[in-house]
């Protein structure tokens, strides 16, 4: 995880491991000195010039000694959240290929089951409330707070809300977190839906999106690096109501909807009216979101994320194309969502209709595209101007009409 937008209410109920933690932690008391495999890996594949980012690769690496998974795919995916503008990656990947098919020996693996044991004991003490953090352990205690401090701050993943301390110099004054609350971790299937716990991690998303959204997985692999996917939720992706949140677009292409608790009152809406303006939502005070549902339907779904980087970056646009088609060719059903183009995450309706009973070809496209010039005049920035996004966004249609069609 990224320590430095890491809340201390985030931490409760974990082992806290940092690099000063890892030297001689593999040996006996008498040779403390000595360093850790993975930092010593990186000395002999000399992986450290000015050190500024080392503290992070040896803790990212370490992570994934212990996971022992140290195929390149699964190397370059662990190094993707630290930035090494001296050394280069070979050498960081080389200490890490050195380490491959190696069991983890330190003081932390063979203390494990112990540790788990004392968490476990930390887990069953219950709730939590401080001066101004409060860490329920069910969704009843977490409504009744809200409905009692409206004003609290809500706690997921932390990711962005972190900034708001480290950045923009908040001061938090309650803070509710739901790292504890097992109910809205939760995946399963129900009538048809994919029911999704707002805490769910991108991470644990991940692989039962696979089975029923694959376009969507592969997105994710996009979604920041990999401490970010290991802390950042999906409910907080949403409840964030950026306009460049990368779930979103695809969630409304979907058809999703979300359950709205409210003390002990549940109502369900579709996403698409969820997003009201630029940072405003359809919460109420001392609402929050309990679970997101996704039908599990025949589906064409492509997404299509542009950013100035592959990974580790910010939308510029984001596009999620859903068209069902009859066996005449006729566009029977279309979803086309865009983040990046407008104050929130939004359908392009008239692009929508634009494509409702006609064919995938040339006049179609053309008529579509025209449609979401007129729709939407996105805004210019540091990401991309105007023109810019509204050119990409006819662009990335075109490109899955091309795809539908079986052109490369």
């Known amino acids: 995880m990224n320590a430095c937008i890491a809340l201390i209410p985030s931490l409760h109920g974990k082992q806290l491991l940092t690099v000063e933690d890892l ?30 980012c080392t503290p992070g690769i040896v803790m990212s690496l370490f992570a994934l ?42 003081e932390f693996y063979r203390n ?16 939590v409330s401080g001066s101004c953090s409060f860490i329920p352990v069910s969704e009843d205690e977490l409504a009744q707070y809200l409905v009692d401090n409206p004003d609290a701050r809500i706690l997921a993943g932390g990711t962005d809300l972190g900034l708001d301390v480290t950045q923009q110099l908040k ?45 969507f997985a592969h997105m994710l692999d996009r979604l920041g690096s990999q401490q970010i996917r290991n802390q950042g939720t999906l409910g907080g992706n949403i409840g964030n109501a950026s306009p460049i949140g990368d779930t979103p677009p695809v969630l409304l292409a979907l058809d999703s909807s979300l359950d709205l608790r409210h003390g002990d009152t ?37 997404v299509y994320k542009l950013s100035k980087r592959y990974g580790d970056d ?42 409702l009973g006609s064919s995938l070809d040339t006049e179609t496209l053309d ?5 979401i010039r007129q729709e939407f005049k996105p805004m210019s920035d540091v990401r991309a101007s105007s023109e810019y996004r509204l050119e990409a966004a006819c662009n990335l249609l075109e490109r899955y009409f091309m795809e539908q069609s079986g052109q490369n």
Do not use: W
């Open 23 to 52: 030297a001689g932690s593999d040996k006996s008391p008498n040779t403390k000195d000595e360093l850790h495999p993975v930092q010593q890996a990186l000395v002999d594949h000399h992986g450290s010039q000015c050190g500024f």
């Open 65 to 106: 000694h212990h996971e022992n998974k140290e195929n390149k795919p699964d190397v370059l995916e662990a190094l993707g959240g630290n930035l090494c503008r001296c050394t280069g990656y070979r050498p960081l990947v080389d200490a890490a290929n050195s380490l491959a098919n190696m069991q983890a020996d330190d």
């Open 112 to 127: 494990r089951e112990q540790t788990l044991s004392q968490l476990q004991t930390i887990a069953q003490q219950g709730t």
């Open 171 to 215: 001061k938090i004054d309650k803070l509710v977190s739901l790292q504890n609350i097992p109910s809205l971790q939760t995946i399963h299937e129900d009538n048809n839906e994919l029911v999704i716990g707002s805490t769910v991690t991108y991470r644990d998303l991940q692989s039962i999106l696979i089975q029923h959204f694959p376009e």
């Open 266 to 302: 549940t109502r369900n809406i579709p996403l698409s009216q969820f997003f009201l303006d630029y940072k405003k939502t359809e919460l109420k005070p001392g609402e929050y979101i309990a679970r997101i549902r996704i039908p599990i339907t025949p589906h064409q779904l492509k």
């Open 314 to 355: 910010i939308s510029t646009v984001l596009a999620a194309i859903n068209l069902e088609t009859n066996d005449d060719g006729q566009i029977t059903r279309a979803r086309v969502a865009l983040g990046g183009m407008a104050a929130i995450p939004k359908r392009a309706e008239r692009c929508e209709q634009a494509l």
């Open 367 to 371: 008529q579509a595209k025209a449609a």
